[in-house]
């Protein structure tokens, strides 16, 4: 089957249409590309900026036991506990409270 004039013709007008359209496509493939990048690096900037919640510790400190299986001695372990107590409660005696106080936040670098 032969091409005549007039069908040669007639591509040749519509040769530029289909060479947007082509550009077209690879243009919106590469332009989806960059989007999902910035949605992407946008989502990676904001789980670096936002505050995580902390993992369970378990008990922390609670859950240490002495080499003697957790039982305290007579001298050691229970006296020390109760004198960090005593100092706790003295220190927690002097210690003058202000109202405005951790309502203030300094986030300057």
Partial sequence: MAISPIDLQ???TQVDKVGKQEAASREGAALLHSVQQARIQQ????????VNE?????????????KNGGKPEHGGA?????EEKKTA??????VIKDPALGKNIDVSL
């Avoid at 902390?54 to 002495?66: L, P």
């Avoid at 229970?78 to 109760?82: S, T």
């Avoid at 409660?89 to 002097?94: A, D, F, M, N, T």
Wanted: aromatic share 2%.
């Fill in 43 to 50: 989502q990676l900037d904001e789980r670096i900026r936002s």
């Fill in 78 to 82: 229970g006296r020390r506990r109760e």
């Fill in 54 to 66: 902390a993992q369970n510790m378990g008990e922390g400190a609670e859950s240490i036991q002495d």
């Fill in 10 to 12: 007639t591509l040749f």
């Fill in 89 to 94: 409660e003295r220190e927690e005696e002097e």
